[in-house]
Nanobody, 118 residues
């Protein structure tokens, strides 16, 4: 079992920036994928960005050019730098850890609120 703890959310004005962090602890396999998902009220949870332990990344179209995912394997931490935030980015953001070769094996963080509003 892997535990995930997110931090860095909050309230920001449109056009602002936030950096989310997620620290993983427990039994962590070397080949894994970590990512960020989000869920807005009344909507399904959706992928924002993901990064494999080797460094390959994947972004939702809505995140491309504005968000950057990165990780520090030594610290078992994944980051999401979010720039040029829009009101439609408002959601609960969830950190996800999963085995790259068995994505059905994984863990979720508890979620952290990001609110973009003036």
């Amino acid at each position: 079992q892997v535990q995930l703890v997110e931090s860095g959310g909050g309230l920001v004005q449109p056009g602002g920036s936030l950096r989310l962090s997620c620290v993983a602890s427990g039994i962590i396999f070397s080949v894994n994928t970590m990512g960020w998902y989000r869920q807005a009220p009344g909507k399904q949870r959706e992928l924002v960005a993901a990064i494999i332990s080797g460094g390959s990344t994947n972004y939702a179209d809505s995140a491309k050019g504005r968000f950057t995912i990165s990780r520090d394997n030594h610290k078992n931490t994944v980051y999401l730098q979010m720039n040029s935030l829009k009101p439609e980015d408002t959601a609960v953001y969830y950190c996800r850890y999963e085995l790259t070769l068995r994505p059905d094996f994984g863990s979720w963080g508890q979620g952290i609120q990001v609110t973009v509003s003036s």
